[in-house]
């Protein structure tokens, strides 16, 4: 029940294209919904996150769509650049239980190509 | 502002030797969590504390174990190391309880 299930394991689109990454959840205790980016060498950074109390936000090039009743949410990338070649995690967090452990997905290894 | 420092970046090990990883949060943070980052096993919370005090632990041996001082900055510590245990550990700082986490470069842990 804990798990975020991500798919897919890895994406290639073509520069100017939409990457579409997904993510699943089972908890519904889960109130807090982000994105991380991690380059090679790097710790995650933190790219969008939304609460379930809207169902889309938007960030220059990057939107998470929430879908409540089904427990599903999903990082849309608009206008792909080489530059956001790079390995990308989903993951939830129970605000309301007074904690900030992140249940990340498997993540999703992106490539951009040219 | 200066982010979070994890030290050393790199670090090779014999099994059974133990480890102290070290990460000085954000200024002004007051919680800290671990994780440990694995091809196959992906990004696993390993504790988390705030204000000195563990408030969290995820499901690994006693052989992990860490600490916050009083300046917030923490450490964790690996003991009886096994080949399993190479992976590369995160610190995560975040301000508060229930605000964002903001990552490390991470520490790469090599038993050998």
């Known amino acids: 029940q804990q798990q975020v299930k991500q798919s897919p394991q890895s994406l290639i689109v073509q520069k100017g294209g939409i990457s579409i990454i997904n993510c699943a959840y089972e908890?519904?205790?889960?109130?807090?919904f982000p994105w991380y980016q991690q380059f090679p060498g790097k710790g995650p950074a933190l790219l969008i996150a939304?609460?379930?109390?809207?169902s889309e936000k938007k960030e220059g090039r990057f939107t998470i769509s929430f879908n409540k009743s089904a427990k599903q949410f999903s990082l849309h990338i608009m206008d792909s650049q080489p530059g956001d070649s790079a390995t990308y995690f989903c993951?939830?967090?129970?605000?309301?239980?007074?904690?900030?452990?992140?249940?990340f997905g498997t993540g999703t290894l992106l490539a951009v190509q040219p | 502002k200066a982010g979070v420092t994890q030290t050393p970046r790199y670090l090779i090990k014999t099994r059974g030797q133990q480890v102290t990883l070290s990460c000085s949060p954000i200024?002004?943070?007051?919680?800290v969590s671990w994780y440990q980052q694995t091809p196959g096993q992906g990004l696993q919370f390993l504790f988390e504390?705030?204000?000195?005090?563990?408030?969290n632990k995820g499901n690994f041996p006693g052989r992990f174990s860490g600490r916050q001082f009083s300046n917030s900055r923490s450490e964790m510590n690996v003991s009886t190391l096994e080949l399993g245990d190479s992976a590369l550990y995160l610190c995560?700082?975040?301000?508060?309880?229930?605000?964002?986490?903001?990552f490390g470069q991470g520490t790469r842990l090599t038993v050998v």
């Open positions: 200024s002004g943070h007051r919680s």
């Open positions: 993951a939830a967090l129970n605000y309301g239980g007074a904690t900030n452990k992140l249940i």
């Open positions: 908890n519904t205790a889960f109130d807090y």
């Open positions: 504390y705030f204000s000195e005090t563990q408030r």
């Open positions: 995560a700082s975040s301000l508060d309880m229930n605000t964002e986490a903001f």
């Open positions: 939304i609460r379930p109390d809207v």
